[in-house]
């Protein structure tokens, strides 16, 4: 759940977003991984020049993962995510993406 508040806008806008993430392991090594995940947002109410309550964007994704180290991942992917605009209308993106996840060591 999220709030958001833009400078043209009214008043605050409140959002759910909703994460669904599966990896899985190439080979029994586990350095290689396939990752896959859609984000779906929904608006909770409508705002004064702001977004309008209901659908507001999904993102998909689609990637492989390599273990470089036991604190580090490195990950690169396709992200299409399709949006709401003022009056109805709807845009479509395409994103390259490239992620280093750094897990500090446990002591």
């Avoid at 990896?23 to 409508?46: I, K």
């Amino acid at each position: 759940l999220e709030q958001r508040w833009l400078e043209p806008w009214r008043d605050t806008s409140h959002r759910l977003r909703l994460l669904t993430r599966a990896q899985r392991p190439l080979g029994t090594t586990g350095t290689w991984s396939l990752a896959a995940y859609d984000e779906l947002m929904l608006t909770l109410d409508d705002t004064g020049l702001g977004p309008e309550r209901g659908y507001d964007r999904n993102r998909l994704y689609g990637g492989v993962m390599r273990r470089v180290s036991p604190w580090l991942v490195a990950e690169a992917g396709y992200i299409w995510e399709r949006s709401t605009l003022p009056a109805g209308r709807r845009r479509n993106d395409h994103v390259v993406i490239g992620v280093l996840t750094i897990a500090a060591p446990q002591w």
